[in-house]
Every structure is written in structure tokens, then in C-alpha cells.
């Protein structure tokens, strides 16, 4: 494999030791090297041509001296219901098997592509985004990138699949309510979702238009760090951990009884109190709320959005996904018309009592409630475990990310930003709080 990670990756070009065409290269070598392999349908499609030409026009830029940032002549994938102009865009799913080539970027795809980067590959999801584990998709299930007979997680399972196997040091997912940094605690690697907005949608096959959002996937939080700050538009200032209030959150599904999960949460506490922070216990009485009504919110949506292609050709979605589409049909529009009131109450109070209240400036938890998962599993008996620490901050709209707890194969910890102007140090963004904690939480060097 020719990729380390992203900040080695891109002193290598800016030094011109690599070149963004010898790195393209490499990088579709070893996307050629998975034909055969239990990997073989990580990649969703490819233009080899096109990357190319991108990395010839990096390489002339970089040699006169128009360094763009630490994302130009990288490589990166990006999951497949995220329009890539010349591509399809399948989802994941025979409903759209013959889905023309996008005729345009998304927004999120434009501003990557301002920021320097080479998009190389269009990767593996679960159907249409719809659920936790990767192991539902038209070619198949996206098996774990160090062991083929587990789950990868999801719905972003190929984009985690690629870096977590060194083949991309940066890939892009979206995340509705885990699909980020579940497969990135399953996988060992960092997943970023940022807070609600701040990431474009446009271009974006929906899952849920209210809870949506796009994501990073990376090597570590440093990495993570550096695309973040990379990406043109978005506010990246990094606050320091001495001085900030971390909740530690406890009680209920909080409580970690996995003595792996709970051991290595207790070293990112006595890490971050040695560091300055203040280290607080918490409770979220919200949270059976908060869990209550994201599946009422995203099964409406999810099922508005596919409802003609559902009801004209249930069989060509993939069972599990049928399954949760046709738990819809009957839903009273009243039903979710309260879920959203309710979820908007939920994030004034709940933002209000933390930020203000409580003057917290992030959480940290476990991402998932296990830490592996075989390849022939119930997708059903998977979902609750996989998701149901990562809903509440995706019905709040506020930043997380998973990065691996140093020393646990297949533990997340999750860091949520609070920060935002409102309450706790307010001079920085929610991003940036969850940023630096998740870099004293895995002792990543910034030097």
C-alpha cells in the first residue's frame, strides 16, 4: 500500500518526494490489488482517466509553487450516494443498477475538488444509507478491513473500509445516525461528523433531509483535524483542552458493562485531566426521548423519498431495506409532525442545560455497545447496538467523532462538541472542542 496517512501524504507531495500522479497511481494499483480478494465490491465505480488528469493538473500547480493545503494532489474516496460528476450513482442498491452517470459534483465533491483533492473511487454503503452494519448492498456485504469474516459497520462501510486498509488516507460519508463513526470505531479508524449544516447536502442522496449529515473518515483525529481545515468555508480553529469541562456520560445505555469499553474510557478521563481539562460525570435524561423519536423522523422521510420506486417495485430493494420502508406505509402524518416538534424542543432544552447549565464544553461515551460482529448476523439484532449511542447527537445537530481508544481493538470513543458561542468557552466553534479532545483522548502528536 502506498498510503500512510494524510499529513505524511501530504508533506510527501508538497516536498515533491511524491508526486500526485506517482500517488494516484499507487492508489489505483491497490484499488486493482482488492479484484479477487473478500474486498472486491468496496468500489462502487472509478475513473481512472479522470483521476489521473486531475493529478497531472496537482502536480504542474504544485510545482509553481500553488500549494492549495493539505488536501491538494491527495487521494480520497467517496461513498456512493454522493454525486460524482461522469459517475452513477447507485446507493448501494438495484433500484437505481442503471442509474446514468451524475452530470454534475455535489457541493460537497466542489469544494474537495477546490481544496486540491483527487477523487479516486466511489465506494460501498449499506442500501441507500438505510442502516448500521455494511451488510446490506445489491454486490454484497463490505466485509471488516482486517478480518473478512466481520462486519465493517456502517452505512459508510466502504469509505472506512479504504482507509482503514491504507488505501486512501482520507474518505468522505454521510452520516444519519451513526454511519460515520460506527464503521469508524468497528474499523479503528477516526470519523468525523460535524455539526448540522456545516458540511453541504446538495448533491446528496437523502436517507433523512432533517438528520443528515456529511462526514470524514481518516486515519486519526489529527487527520481528521486537517481535512476539516482543509475544506474551503468551514470554521477549523482548534480551542486547547487545558481549561475545558468534558461530561463523562453515565446512567442507562450510557453505562459501559464491556470492561474493554469501560477501561478505555477511563483512560481518556485521566488523560484529559492530566492535560488541564475538568473531567465531570453526567446524566442525559433526554436520551429515551432523543432515541423515541429519530426512527419515527427518518422512517417518515426515508419513506416519502422512496415511495413511488417502493410501491411500484418493492422487490428490488434489498429485504431488510424493504422491511423498513413497508414499517412506514401506515404512519400517520400527526405522528410525525409531533416527532419533529419534539426533536426541535429536545435540542433547545437539552443544548440549553449542557452548554449553559452545566457549561460543558464536550461529552465523551463508547460510539457503539460492541465491538464485533459476524458477517452472517441479523442486520436487525445489529441496529440498536450499533446505533443507539450515536442518535442522540445526530437529533441534537451537534459534532462527533469516533476515534480508536488506544490499545482496544474495535473500541470507539465518542467526543461531542458543545462549544458554540452559547455557553461553556464559546470562543471557538462545537467542532474545534470536539477536535482537541479527541486529540488528547488518542495522544496524537501534532508536531
Given at each position: 500500500?502506498?498510503?500512510?496517512?494524510?499529513?505524511?501524504?501530504?508533506?510527501?507531495?508538497?516536498?515533491?518526494?511524491?508526486?500526485?500522479?506517482?500517488h494516484v497511481r499507487q492508489v489505483l494499483a491497490d484499488l486493482?490489488?482488492?479484484?479477487?480478494?473478500?474486498?472486491?465490491?468496496?468500489?462502487?465505480?472509478?475513473?481512472?482517466?479522470?483521476?489521473?488528469?486531475?493529478?497531472?493538473?496537482?502536480?504542474?500547480?504544485?510545482?509553481?509553487?500553488?500549494?492549495?493545503?493539505?488536501?491538494?494532489?491527495?487521494?480520497?474516496?467517496?461513498?456512493?450516494?454522493?454525486?460524482?460528476?461522469?459517475?452513477?450513482?447507485?446507493?448501494?442498491?438495484?433500484?437505481?443498477?442503471?442509474?446514468?452517470?451524475?452530470?454534475?459534483?455535489?457541493?460537497?465533491?466542489?469544494?474537495?475538488?477546490?481544496?486540491?483533492?483527487?477523487?479516486?473511487?466511489?465506494?460501498?454503503?449499506?442500501?441507500?444509507a438505510y442502516g448500521p452494519t455494511g451488510l446490506v448492498n445489491?454486490?454484497?456485504?463490505?466485509?471488516?478491513?482486517?478480518?473478512?469474516?466481520?462486519?465493517?459497520?456502517?452505512?459508510?462501510?466502504?469509505?472506512?473500509?479504504?482507509?482503514?486498509?491504507?488505501?486512501?488516507?482520507?474518505?468522505?460519508?454521510?452520516?444519519?445516525?451513526?454511519?460515520?463513526?460506527?464503521?469508524?470505531?468497528?474499523?479503528?479508524?477516526?470519523?468525523?461528523?460535524?455539526?448540522?449544516?456545516?458540511?453541504?447536502?446538495?448533491?446528496?442522496?437523502?436517507?433523512?433531509?432533517?438528520?443528515?449529515?456529511?462526514?470524514?473518515?481518516?486515519?486519526?483525529?489529527?487527520?481528521?483535524?486537517?481535512?476539516?481545515?482543509?475544506?474551503?468555508?468551514?470554521?477549523?480553529?482548534?480551542?486547547?483542552?487545558?481549561?475545558?469541562?468534558?461530561?463523562?456520560?453515565?446512567?442507562?445505555?450510557?453505562?459501559?458493562?464491556?470492561?474493554?469499553?469501560?477501561?478505555?474510557?477511563?483512560?481518556?478521563?485521566?488523560?484529559?485531566?492530566?492535560?488541564?481539562?475538568?473531567?465531570?460525570?453526567?446524566?442525559?435524561?433526554?436520551?429515551?426521548?432523543?432515541?423515541?423519536?429519530?426512527?419515527?423522523?427518518?422512517?417518515?422521510?426515508?419513506?416519502?423519498?422512496?415511495?413511488?420506486?417502493?410501491?411500484?417495485?418493492?422487490?428490488?430493494?434489498?429485504?431488510?431495506?424493504?422491511?423498513?420502508?413497508?414499517?412506514?406505509?401506515?404512519?400517520?402524518?400527526?405522528?410525525?409532525?409531533?416527532?419533529?416538534?419534539?426533536?426541535?424542543?429536545?435540542?433547545?432544552?437539552?443544548?440549553?442545560?449542557?452548554?449553559?447549565?452545566?457549561?460543558?464544553?464536550?461529552?465523551?461515551?463508547?460510539?457503539?455497545?460492541?465491538?464485533?460482529a459476524s458477517l452472517d448476523s441479523d442486520p436487525a439484532e445489529?441496529?440498536?447496538?450499533?446505533?443507539?449511542?450515536?442518535?442522540?447527537?445526530?437529533?441534537?445537530?451537534?459534532?462527533?467523532?469516533?476515534?480508536?481508544?488506544?490499545?482496544?481493538?474495535?473500541?470507539?470513543?465518542?467526543?461531542?462538541?458543545?462549544?458554540?458561542?452559547?455557553?461553556?468557552?464559546?470562543?471557538?466553534?462545537?467542532?474545534?472542542?470536539?477536535?482537541?479532545?479527541?486529540?488528547?483522548?488518542?495522544?496524537?502528536?501534532?508536531?
Open positions: 500500500m502506498g498510503v500512510t496517512n494524510l499529513r505524511d501524504t501530504a508533506a510527501a507531495l508538497t516536498t515533491r518526494k511524491l508526486t500526485a500522479t506517482e486493482d490489488a482488492l479484484d479477487g480478494t473478500p474486498w472486491s465490491n468496496i468500489v462502487a465505480a472509478r475513473d481512472d482517466a479522470a483521476a489521473l488528469e486531475s493529478a497531472a493538473r496537482a502536480d504542474a500547480d504544485i510545482a509553481a509553487g500553488n500549494w492549495i493545503g493539505p488536501l491538494h494532489g491527495v487521494a480520497i474516496a467517496v461513498k456512493d450516494n454522493i454525486d460524482v460528476a461522469g459517475l452513477p450513482t447507485r446507493c448501494g442498491s438495484n433500484v437505481f443498477a442503471d442509474a446514468p452517470a451524475a452530470d454534475r459534483d455535489a457541493r460537497i465533491v466542489e469544494k474537495l475538488r477546490e481544496a486540491g483533492a483527487i477523487i479516486v473511487a466511489k465506494t460501498h454503503l449499506h442500501e441507500f445489491a454486490s454484497g456485504p463490505a466485509a471488516h478491513p482486517h478480518n473478512p469474516a466481520l462486519i465493517s459497520g456502517g452505512s459508510s462501510s466502504g469509505s472506512a473500509v479504504l482507509v482503514a486498509k491504507g488505501i486512501v488516507p482520507v474518505a468522505v460519508g454521510t452520516d444519519t445516525g451513526c454511519s460515520v463513526r460506527t464503521p469508524a470505531a468497528l474499523c479503528g479508524i477516526a470519523g468525523f461528523k460535524p455539526g448540522s449544516g456545516a458540511l453541504p447536502l446538495d448533491g446528496v442522496f437523502p436517507l433523512s433531509t432533517t438528520f443528515d449529515h456529511v462526514g470524514l473518515l481518516t486515519t486519526d483525529s489529527l487527520d481528521a483535524a486537517l481535512a476539516w481545515g482543509a475544506v474551503p468555508g468551514v470554521a477549523h480553529l482548534r480551542s486547547p483542552v487545558s481549561g475545558l469541562r468534558v461530561g463523562r456520560l453515565r446512567g442507562g445505555i450510557w453505562d459501559l458493562t464491556d470492561p474493554e469499553f469501560d477501561a478505555a474510557a477511563d483512560i481518556a478521563c485521566r488523560t484529559l485531566t492530566d492535560l488541564g481539562a475538568e473531567v465531570v460525570d453526567v446524566v442525559l435524561p433526554e436520551t429515551d426521548d432523543l432515541l423515541g423519536v429519530y426512527p419515527i423522523i427518518t422512517g417518515s422521510e426515508a419513506y416519502e423519498t422512496h415511495r413511488d420506486r417502493f410501491e411500484a417495485d418493492p422487490g428490488r430493494y434489498e429485504p431488510p431495506t424493504a422491511s423498513l420502508l413497508e414499517a412506514q406505509r401506515d404512519r400517520p402524518a400527526h405522528e410525525y409532525l409531533r416527532a419533529l416538534r419534539t426533536a426541535q424542543k429536545l435540542r433547545h432544552d437539552v443544548l440549553q442545560r449542557l452548554r449553559r447549565t452545566e457549561n460543558l464544553d464536550a461529552l465523551v461515551t463508547a460510539t457503539t455497545s460492541i465491538r464485533f445489529l441496529r440498536a447496538p450499533l446505533l443507539q449511542r450515536c442518535i442522540p447527537f445526530s437529533v441534537l445537530g451537534v459534532p462527533a467523532i469516533s476515534v480508536p481508544a488506544p490499545g482496544a481493538t474495535g473500541v470507539g470513543l465518542q467526543i461531542v462538541g458543545l462549544t458554540a458561542g452559547t455557553g461553556g468557552h464559546g470562543s471557538h466553534p462545537a467542532e474545534s472542542a470536539a477536535l482537541a479532545v479527541a486529540l488528547a483522548v488518542e495522544g496524537v502528536s501534532e508536531s
